[in-house]
């Protein structure tokens, strides 16, 4: 018998010293490597500025992106310290750059609040930088420190003198190409929708961001704090009254809530603790959710709209339409993980629960008029959230019944473990017909959509249940929908919307990605939506044959062949290939293309799926108006 324990001992145990573990594990502090870590990276520094900011210290921080995508975040706070730290016996500025959960938010007196709480965040940019300098302006003086790959290279040392009074933080830093994904970079729009976020949340606070690459700018400034937030989320909608807010500290801690109902049907509701987005909620979310319920059930009951035989209104009724933030800032916060997404003080749960019945109470009895058409609103809602029950019922009924054959388009594939199957869901019949014959039947499946299903942006889940197209798609993936949803019974482990390269098959995949976005959330968070990519082009030289995925790739490929006699076939619609074709382009696992649907920003992702696909017509027109010399590929 061999021993078990042999060439095992001591050696074999890595220990990991500096900041080289987050370099052999990015992920874990990051995110990943990819354009959400490289963000990511921004957003810790930046948080660092924003608790000078909530400290009373800072009210300007700019964001600069070079044409080399260099990044410097610059603030006017007290500037980190530079004197020796008492017990590392180093300059407090390298203890910060170079040592994890090192930092001035541990108790110590540094801060009474702060969102950077680990101490992870600028050590952990600095360990994943190709370089990182930090500059501060402190005491008349001006320090600096240089780090490659978090390793200073250069003491901290005093470069110039300033004014006393001009004070600050600047870091700037060039990612790791040896750690980030290659074709990962700096996307403004997403910076600017969470700097914009921050500067809603941080009332007298200005940010700037300037993107030298594409020459871009944009400044931030809100007095009106997250009033004004809930203002910009209802831009593109038609509100029923004025926002209701609340400011108050309960034992330490302050809450803000600011709510407004609107003729929408979807619900907008958003939650923060010391200005991080918590997306996935937590104790403050749950306390907002259960005073607001049980605030509207008490006043619908005194005014006789809800009789003693009537049930309560249920929480999806009383939040249909609703945009709301809450905003919580606490000494100690207990974030689930570095990304935090989600906050765990139990105490948060009783102080936002008390502050918002407050709130909320004495808001209904001052204003009888606009409680009277929210309780209609809420009352309409529980009438169609009832008959949406009795449809989805009927809907999942319906799929027991037909468990064996599930719908009869579908074409099911005969591997059952989910985390090896596809289905793909194909614009028509013609192309669906073409994917059944092109695709390998182990482990995809395809369902072909006939026309597009209806927009449920401007219909209730009772309309949404009604429609044959989205009966199938709910059938066929397996998990329900609404409160029935379970993604556990997921039948599929990537879902792939497939349609035409055209201005048709843009507009059923909106709809499609309006239908996830709104009542299956939980597959975009978790990874398993997709979009294929069919060519636009078949280039023929002779016997070769070259595709083209975009204008560029065509042109490309032209100026390859150049003096070659070619031919161009621009596919319209996937019915145009033969089997062979599409399983070869945009099936085939080892040469197609899938983008990964992802939720970057819940907040702008909210705004753009309401003014796209709402009912309110003036916001889309400015929007193609905006944007109409953008169009390179319309169909006329």
């Known amino acids: 018998m061999t021993n078990k324990t042999q060439g095992y001992d001591a050696s074999k145990i890595a220990v990991l010293k500096g900041l080289e573990a987050v370099r ?148 700037r830093w060039l990612r790791d190409p040896d750690i980030f994904d290659a074709n990962a970079d700096y996307k403004f729009s997403v910076l600017a929708q969470r700097l914009r976020e921050m500067a809603f949340l941080t009332p007298g606070l200005k940010i700037t961001i300037i993107d030298e690459r594409e020459d871009q700018e944009a400044t931030f400034y809100f007095e009106g704090g997250i009033v004004s937030f809930v203002r910009y989320m209802n831009r593109d909608r038609t509100v029923l009254h004025e926002p209701i807010y609340a400011n108050k500290e309960v034992d330490d801690m302050v809450v803000e809530v600011a709510m407004q109902y609107t003729d929408s049907y979807t619900e907008s509701v958003f939650s923060f603790a010391n200005n991080i987005n918590t997306v996935e909620g937590g104790t403050h979310l749950t306390g907002f959710r259960s005073a607001l319920t049980r605030t509207i059930n008490d006043y619908a009951r005194k005014q006789g709209i809800l009789k003693e035989k009537d049930s309560n209104f249920s929480g999806e009724d009383v939040r249909e339409g609703l945009t709301a933030i809450i905003s919580v800032k606490l000494r100690d916060p207990q974030f689930e993980a570095q990304t935090k997404i989600k906050l765990n003080n139990p105490e948060v749960k009783g102080a936002v629960e008390s502050v918002t019945n407050e709130m909320l109470s004495q808001w209904l009895e001052e204003h009888p008029r606009e409680a009277k058409a929210i309780l209609n609103k809420i009352l309409t809602s529980a009438r169609a959230r009832e008959a949406a029950r009795k449809a989805r019922e009927m809907v999942v009924r319906k799929s027991a019944l037909e468990s064996m054959t599930l719908p009869g388009k579908l074409a099911d594939c005969s591997e059952r473990d989910p985390s090896q199957t596809e289905l793909y869901i194909v614009e028509g019949d013609s192309a669906g017909g073409s994917a059944k014959q092109a695709r390998d039947r182990r482990y995809q499946a395809i369902l072909p959509l006939r026309g597009k299903i209806l927009n449920v942006e401007k219909a209730r889940l009772n309309r949404v249940l009604d429609n044959k197209e989205v009966q199938a798609l709910i059938s066929a993936l397996g998990c329900g929908i609404g409160e029935d949803f379970d993604i556990s019974n997921l039948r599929y482990g990537r879902i792939i919307l497939m349609a035409d390269a055209d201005v048709d098959g843009a507009h059923i995949r909106t709809l499609l990605l309006t239908f996830f976005f709104r009542y299956m959330p939980q597959l975009i968070e978790e990874g398993h939506l997709f979009i294929a990519q069919p060519p636009l082009y078949l280039i023929q030289a002779g016997r070769e044959k070259f595709y083209a995925y975009s204008e560029e790739e065509k042109e490309a490929i032209l100026k390859k062949l150049d003096g070659q006699k070619v031919t161009i076939q621009r596919y319209k619609g996937l019915g145009e290939m033969n089997p062979e074709q599409l399983w070869e382009t945009t099936m085939n696992p080892e040469n197609r293309i899938l983008l990964q649907v992802t939720i970057e920003d819940a907040v702008q992702a909210d705004k753009t799926f309401s003014m796209l696909m709402g009912s309110a017509v003036p916001p889309r027109r400015r929007f193609i108006q905006t944007h109409a010399r953008e169009v390179r590929n319309l169909d006329i």
């Open 24 to 171: 052999r594990r990015p992920g874990m502090y990051i995110g990943n490597t990819g354009q959400l870590g490289l963000h990511h990276c921004v957003f810790e520094v930046v948080d660092n500025s924003v608790d000078e900011a909530l400290a009373g210290f800072c009210d300007t921080i700019i964001v600069h992106i070079d044409k080399e995508s260099i990044v410097t975040v610059t603030d006017n706070g007290r500037g980190i310290p530079v004197d020796i730290h008492p017990t590392e016996g180093r300059p407090a500025l390298e203890v910060v750059m170079t040592t994890l959960h090192a930092g001035g938010k541990f108790g110590t007196g540094g801060y009474k609040v702060s969102g950077g709480l680990h101490g992870i965040g600028v050590s952990a940019v600095n360990a994943v930088s190709a370089w990182l300098e930090a500059i501060v302006k402190r005491d008349g003086k001006i320090y600096r420190q240089r780090y490659e790959r978090g390793v200073p290279v250069t003491p901290v040392e005093v470069i110039g003198e300033c004014d006393p009074d001009d004070t600050g933080t600047t870091v």
